[in-house]
T-cell receptor
Framework: ETGVTQSPTHLIKTRGQQVTLRCSSQ?????VSWYQQALGQGPQFIFQYYREEENGRGNFPPRFSGLQFPNYSSELNVNALELDDSALYLC?????????????FGPGTRLLVL | KQEVTQIPAALSVPEGENLVLNCSFTDSAIYNLQWFRQDPGKGLTSLLL?????REQTSGRLNASLDKSSGRSTLYIAASQPGDSATYLC?????????????FGKGTLLTVNP
């Protein structure tokens, strides 16, 4: 157990809808990253938040957005869902300390877009 | 742009066999390399993290090596067990020095047969 939790575990949406996924970071971690993992692929970096500000973004369109709250929990929002958004969404928390720190991953949310 | 490749894509072995999983990366300016395990439909569990200054890292029956100059890492699993069956992913962080973005390979699906 990493201490990182995600909700919901599974979700089914239809094309065009909006979805919000949630992540609760490990205690004391001030950084959260989100990844998308399509079936049979490695996780792809979406973005990272550090102290409530976006701290880096991968090759994902603006309809993917996020929030980090003062208690360091986080949300991933996806608007105008497309079929290709079907994937496992993983969040990972870490402590930013000027170097590289291990990221601890949650169990993921499985999103299916019909 | 960093690219990570894992070979083989799938591997099936009888219980008790020793095995090696391979990971290669295109940009050798990495801070570390991390090996993860992923059970079907689940999140990622960190197995080993090798710092760029290290050559090897060991945990129980697992041994990971790193050769930065050749852009390669191997994960050696000794005396494999059916419980080792999972997908194994390697990942490297971006070389910019900030604490974000892991680039993953697609993984090796390992099946250990009783």
């Amino acid at each position: 157990e990493t201490g990182v939790t995600q909700s919901p575990t599974h979700l089914i949406k239809t094309r065009g809808q909006q979805v919000t996924l949630r992540c609760s970071s490990q205690s004391g971690h001030n950084t959260v990253s989100w990844y998308q993992q399509a079936l049979g692929q490695g996780p792809q970096f979406i973005f990272q938040y550090y102290r409530e500000e976006e701290n880096g973004r991968g090759n994902f369109p603006p309809r993917f957005s996020g929030l980090q709250f003062p208690n360091y929990s986080s949300e991933l929002n996806v608007n105008a869902l497309e079929l290709d958004d079907s994937a496992l969404y993983l969040c990972a928390s870490s402590v930013a300390s000027g170097g590289w720190e291990t990221q601890y991953f949650g169990p993921g949310t499985r999103l299916l877009v019909l | 742009k960093q690219e990570v490749t894992q070979i083989p894509a799938a591997l099936s072995v009888p219980e008790g066999e020793n095995l090696v999983l391979n990971c290669s990366f295109t940009d050798s300016a990495i801070y570390n390399l991390q090996w993860f395990r992923q059970d079907p439909g689940k999140g990622l569990t960190s197995l080993l993290l090798i710092q760029s200054s290290q050559r090897e890292q060991t945990s129980g029956r697992l041994n990971a090596s790193l050769d930065k100059s050749s852009g390669r890492s191997t994960l050696y699993i000794a005396a494999s067990q059916p419980g080792d069956s999972a997908t194994y992913l390697c990942a490297v962080p971006n070389s910019g020095g900030s604490n974000y973005k892991l680039t993953f390979g697609k993984g090796t699906l390992l099946t250990v047969n009783p």
